[in-house]
């Protein structure tokens, strides 16, 4: 039995390099490009190994891409579960322009997949009897918007708990179905609950609403530099994150939700599990380019805010 496990149907092939600047109708002449597996479940399999944890990675794979990121995994120590697909696993660019310090980052859409291929993904991630599921990331092509409500009724049927990172219609989708935890960014919280949320009250409010609806048992809304929310049924809490020096953003919300899933799997309560959230999330800011959390600043930062709080 695994206790976390990840779940990623669009996963990528990241590719990250730098130029002195970037400009239209010239040859951009890069650095040598960086390698990563990526994609929502994936990064957060990633973070959860890179703070000590245990996960097991299930994702769709095809192609070279497919298989290029199914060796990057296994040379990082992931556990993971590859499913066979016949489209090709996308790939993802992020450029650094040294001369601005911004970074430019091309998404391509991911390939189709048919139904014998999404359902094998479903029977890999439930043949594993995770205790918590991690759900995370865009559905592809060909995947139903059903398709995370399907993982979560199933999940709540067999007392397993859902964590989904995800937005649009696909959350929507698996509204009242078992949701344990979700963690929307303030922007995502707002086009869910189709309002403005300008304060805390507002905030606590409208998470309420949504819990009452049957939308998910625990809410995090997740606000950047300015920390995260965590709202129940009956329990508010608001951590502020702590100042650290920023290099990227990528990955800093997959690395909260590792964070979060860790907290879970090892019986924290919410109070804990929301500081090594937000601490994760947090170390991911402090590395370059696409990198994730490192265990050393995570931990630090865990203990200065639950010393702090």
């Known amino acids: 039995m695994d206790k976390i496990v990840s779940l990623t149907m669009n996963p990528a092939l990241d590719i990250g390099t730098r130029t002195a600047s970037v400009a239209p109708e010239i040859k951009l002449r890069c650095a040598a490009p960086g390698f990563h597996p990526g994609g929502g479940g994936i990064n957060v399999s990633r973070a959860i190994h890179f703070l000590d944890g245990e996960s097991t990675a299930v994702y769709a794979a095809g192609g ?13 120590g992931i556990k993971s579960r590859a499913v066979p697909i016949a489209g090709i696993t996308r790939e993802s660019f992020v450029v650094y322009e040294e001369s601005s310090t911004l970074q430019y980052r091309f998404t391509m859409p991911g390939p189709e997949l048919s139904a014998e291929e999404w359902i094998a993904c479903l029977e890999a991630v439930f043949n594993l009897e995770p205790d918590i599921i991690v759900a995370s990331g865009s559905l592809p ?42 963690k929307p960014n303030l922007r995502e919280l707002e086009l869910f609950a189709g309002e403005k949320l300008h304060d805390e ?16 048992e625990v809410i995090v809304v997740s606000m950047g530099a300015a920390g995260a929310a ?38 924290w309560d919410l109070w804990e599990t929301l500081c090594l959230g937000i601490a994760a999330g947090s170390a991911a800011v402090m590395t370059p380019g696409t990198q994730l959390c490192r265990k050393d600043d995570a931990f630090k930062l865990y203990r200065q805010i639950s010393d702090s709080a």
Do not use: C, N, W
Not at 64 to 75: C, R, V
Not at 234 to 261: H, N, T
């Open 64 to 76: 070279h891409t497919g298989a290029m990121l199914t060796q990057l995994l296994d040379a990082e």
């Open 230 to 267: 965590l709202i129940t049924a009956d329990e508010y809490q608001f951590l502020r994150a702590p100042i650290v020096k920023a290099q990227s953003k990528v990955g800093a919300g997959d690395s909260m939700v590792a964070g979060l899933a860790m907290g879970l799997a090892q019986g």
């Open 141 to 182: 092509a060909g995947v139903p918007a059903e398709f995370y409500g399907e993982i979560t009724r199933y999940a709540a049927e067999y007392g397993i708990r859902a964590v989904v990172d995800t937005a649009g219609e696909p959350l929507r989708r698996a509204f009242g179905k078992g949701v344990y935890l979700m």
């Open 201 to 216: 009250a507002g905030i606590k409010r409208v998470a309420r609403r949504l819990i009452a609806e049957g939308l998910s």
